[in-house]
């Protein structure tokens, strides 16, 4: 952490209490008394199953400076104990992640959408590595905790910041931003995840617009150009450049020769600003091209040279579960894309899984939460593409994989050729007796069913 401040003065600074030694300095911050680091300040956080309190000996004897705690009560041996005290350690958590972030003068990318959030983040922050010393959100830290724990990462080092920011309501984007202070955003695009939440695509779109409120009026936003007509009415406010990218030719920044090639990702021509580069991709999937086109706008923005933006996309290196390349012992490689699904995604995967070359084509496709009144609209859907790409087996898992099934049969796949499963235990068993050599396997579903499950077992 860049602040060179007393824990006393900063107490002052965030309106809370202080007891303890006058001139003692925090390095950083943790909130998790395992992976506590010597000179951490320790945040006691009230948690589902436990109180954060009960950990404050553990975290001390790590290495832990002090800690920040709501009551004195809860802690033994407090006269012994560096404390800042106030009523609500995540807001003084989050009011010191602000504070970190006004003591810096660095640019930093906000990233959000509906989809391909981690990716994008992951690319933006290869390829400004190349040039920057750059932090990034780690894992999905993209929530009102996760967000101000990477910001107190920040240090003098520091040149640049890539931040993700998640959504699950209106107000939240706005909440993050006012923390983050972000110079330069990116929202991926605009689908229907989150409709049980928020009723419409409109007000999924209205939720990510808040972004643009935060951004400054020489920022940049690079914008999907599939949601141009939905986010419109959201800019005309909006004083900083805006660039749009897709494979559209209206776009400012837009492939084309575009080369899919299986797990080795994809070649493009990139166009924006009438300049012309030959990209290659090391991830798959046509999203995942747009994902750079997105990364590629932030990073010209920012000045950096275009070996640095082709080394970058060249050495990319994926959060886990976001379309990760397996492959067992008998030769059966598997599409781990797990993390999490929404239509969006779950019909790019299968249009990734078209283009690996394989013996056959299984795709394992589990319910997407959160749909609303697309719940079962979004899962047919899915059902039909599968058809149209063709896949040798259909696995659809889960109550509303049977919605996914159904559209399948219902678009023309031989019912013989989809296969309806309970559970992950259920889909394994199939699969096993099933699977041979040179097949290719996708496997998706929302976080909440776990599919990883499959893949673990798939891959014993």
């Excluded at 007393?6 to 008394?33: H, T």
């Excluded at 010209?300 to 579960?321: F, P, S």
Aim: charged share 20%; net charge negative; with cysteine.
């Amino acid at each position: 952490m860049m602040l060179d401040i007393s824990l006393q003065n900063l107490a002052k600074i965030l309106g809370a209490g202080y007891q303890g030694n006058s001139e003692v300095k925090a390095s950083g911050v943790a909130i998790d008394s395992r992976r506590v680091q010597k000179g951490d300040l320790f945040f006691a956080l009230p948690g589902e199953k436990v109180d954060g309190h009960e950990f404050i000996d553990e975290a001390l004897a790590k290495g832990a400076v002090g800690a920040v705690i709501s009551d004195v009560n809860l802690v033994k041996a407090p006269e012994d104990k560096n404390l800042i005290i106030c009523r609500n350690p995540l807001k003084l958590l989050q009011d010191l992640a602000k504070l970190v972030r006004q003591n810096t003068n660095i640019p930093v990318v906000a990233i959000t959408g509906s989809t391909g959030k981690t990716t994008t983040k992951d690319l933006i922050f290869s390829i400004l590595s190349q040039t920057y010393n750059c932090l990034k959100t780690e894992g999905n830290y993209n929530n009102e905790l996760g967000l101000p724990l990477t910001l107190c990462k920040l240090n003098r080092e520091h040149e640049a910041a890539v931040l993700e920011m998640g959504m699950r309501g209106l107000g939240q984007i706005s909440f993050l931003c006012e923390i983050a202070q972000p110079t330069l955003g990116v929202i991926t695009n605009i689908g229907q995840v989150h409709a049980e939440l928020l009723g419409s695509q409109e007000k999924i779109a209205q939720a990510k617009a808040e972004l643009l409120e935060y951004l400054p009026p020489q920022g940049t936003v690079v914008l999907n150009i599939d949601a141009q007509s939905i986010l419109k009415h959201w800019l005309k406010n909006f004083q900083g450049q805006v660039l749009w990218f897709g494979l559209r030719e209206e776009a400012d920044i837009r492939a084309r020769n575009i080369q899919y090639l299986g797990e080795e990702g994809s070649k493009f021509t990139v166009i924006i600003n009438e300049e012309e580069e030959e990209i290659t991709v090391n991830i798959p999937g046509e999203h995942n091209i747009l994902n750079a086109l997105a990364g590629i706008g932030i990073a010209r923005t920012l000045g950096v040279g275009w070996e640095h933006i082709k080394r970058g996309l060249r050495q990319a290196q994926l959060t886990g579960m976001r379309l990760e390349i397996l492959e067992n012992d008998i030769g059966v490689k598997i599409l781990n894309d797990t993390y999490n699904a929404n239509p969006t995604s779950m019909a790019a995967s299968l249009k990734t899984l078209a283009h690996f070359s394989g013996t056959r084509k299984i795709a394992v496709l589990g319910d997407m939460y959160e749909l609303g009144i697309y719940e079962e609209e979004g899962h047919k859907l899915m059902g039909q593409i599968a058809c149209r790409e063709k896949v040798d087996l259909l696995v659809a898992v889960g109550n509303l994989g049977k919605l996914i099934g159904q559209g399948a049969i219902e678009a023309g796949l031989d019912p013989q050729k989809v296969v309806f499963a309970a559970n992950n235990e259920d889909t394994a068993r199939i699969l096993k007796g099933y699977l041979n050599k040179g097949d290719v396997v996708l496997v998706k579903g929302s976080r909440g069913m776990q599919m990883e499950e499959i893949v673990n077992e798939l891959m014993r």
